[in-house]
């Protein structure tokens, strides 16, 4: 039997951003706020800024804020998923009565979260 994978799917973390709402906000002339609201309620917040107004672009602003969004989702997928692992590992790291052997070391790589 293969190993699990516990690489988080590019695909997973499209889908929770499809089915998040967003509510974007043009702030000061200078400023973009993006609040996003995910599939379970739970909200985040993101904002991005120019120091002159003359070089505003709010469509930069709010591109930069779901890019950050994205990443912060990408974070707390992590941080579940390591959770499950870590999980799984001490299920199968059970000895006969009961005792617990020590858990590997287990390195985090970028290939895991892409």
């Given at each position: 039997?293969?190993?699990?994978?516990?690489k988080?799917?590019r695909?997973?973390?499209?889908?929770?951003m499809?089915q998040?709402?967003?509510?974007?906000?043009?702030c000061?002339?200078?400023?973009?706020v993006?609040?996003?609201?995910?599939?379970?309620?739970?909200?985040?917040?993101?904002k991005?800024?120019?120091?002159?107004?003359?070089?505003?672009?709010?469509?930069?602003?709010?591109?930069?804020?779901r890019?950050?969004?994205?990443?912060?989702?990408?974070?707390?997928?992590?941080?579940?998923r390591?959770?499950?692992?870590?999980?799984?590992?001490?299920s199968?790291?059970?000895?006969?009565?009961g005792?617990?052997q020590?858990?590997?070391?287990v390195?985090p790589?970028?290939?895991a979260?892409?």
């Amino acid at each position: 039997m293969a190993e699990q994978s516990w690489k988080i799917p590019r695909e997973q973390i499209d889908a929770i951003m499809e089915q998040s709402e967003f509510i974007e906000l043009d702030c000061f002339g200078c400023c973009t706020v993006v609040v996003m609201k995910l599939p379970n309620g739970f909200t985040l917040v993101e904002k991005s800024g120019t120091i002159s107004p003359g070089e505003y672009d709010p469509q930069i602003g709010r591109r930069i804020c779901r890019e950050n969004l994205r990443d912060k989702v990408w974070e707390l997928e992590g941080y579940v998923r390591k959770n499950a692992y870590d999980a799984y590992q001490r299920s199968n790291m059970s000895v006969g009565g009961g005792k617990t052997q020590e858990m590997p070391v287990v390195k985090p790589t970028r290939a895991a979260i892409d």
